[in-house]
């Protein structure tokens, strides 16, 4: 598996969820 992959998934998925939080 390609780990640079997993994390900036998850980053986006991190960062898509402080978004709906912050609206």
């Given at each position: 598996m390609n780990t640079e992959?997993?994390?900036s998934f998850y980053l986006k998925?991190?960062?898509s969820k402080e978004?709906?939080?912050a609206n």
């Open positions: 992959l997993k994390v998925r991190e960062q978004r709906i939080t």
